[in-house]
């Protein structure tokens, strides 16, 4: 789905990315058109672009259980970062996100912890000391939600509850409608929800190659540096 917005090579990219998935004889649909921006609130146009996206969802009758569904923001990412996504925690989970970067940690209006505690924007991210534990060791992190530029989660919701994104209703605060597709895969009882830390995307290349291979390093230091402070 492409908006039809971007100023870079996308659209002409996803054109030769849909001759050769016809050439592999690999099912899809590719939309790309200029969405005009019906309503104000900018959540509500998302999820009417996000909803739109997963049309080919419904009518070509996906299978619920087996399905999952790959969401990407306009990001820079490998395909190795998608695979390491899809394997969070052995696959055993309902949504599972990476962690999406500008100069720092950037999706911190969606991401809550598993109590609904906000996010730090710098590492290790997590405010609550087990989940600090994970994250420095490399593990994925359960959490109430999370979007960070790239999310798997399963199709069931989608297919067999009417599951959608959607605004805040009326009992509720006004929220980013990716956090209300974690809700409300919760209230569903799919609340195995979980932030890899071992994904990381960003939204520049520069921002990408310094997260992924630069600060690594850098956080090592700093965590060794306030331990010999703190100790």
Excluded at 34 to 43: A, D, E, G, T, V
Excluded at 102 to 118: I, P
Excluded at 216 to 221: A, H, M, R
Aim: aromatic share 18%.
């Amino acid at each position: 789905m492409e908006n039809g917005d971007s100023t870079d090579n996308t659209i002409s990219q996803l054109n030769a990315f849909k001759i050769k998935l016809n050439e592999a004889n690999i099912q899809n649909t590719i939309i790309i058109k200029k969405i005009i921006q019906k309503s104000f609130h900018r959540f509500n146009y998302l999820s009417e672009i996000r909803n739109e996206a997963l049309e080919p969802l419904y009518n070509l009758k996906w299978n619920a259980i087996d399905t999952r569904i790959i969401f990407l923001n306009d990001i820079y990412y490998k395909v190795s970062d998608v695979i390491n996504l899809i394997n969070t925690n052995s696959m055993e989970y309902d949504f599972a996100c990476g962690v999406d970067f500008y100069y720092a940690f950037y999706d911190v209006l969606v991401s809550r912890d598993f109590n609904k505690s906000n996010l730090m924007n710098y590492y290790p991210y997590f405010k609550n000391p087990v989940d600090q534990k994970l994250v420095r060791n490399g593990l994925p992190v359960r959490v109430f939600s999370g979007w960070n530029g790239m999310v798997i989660m399963k199709a069931a919701p989608f297919i067999n509850h009417n599951v959608f994104f959607r605004q805040n209703q009326l009992d509720e605060t006004m929220e980013s409608e990716c956090y209300f597709i974690c809700k409300d895969f919760w209230k569903l009882g799919f609340n195995r929800i979980y932030i890899n830390p071992n994904v990381k995307v960003a939204y520049s290349p520069i921002f990408y190659y310094l997260h992924k291979y630069c600060m690594g390093p850098v956080n090592i230091f700093t965590d060794w540096y306030y331990w010999l402070i703190e100790d």
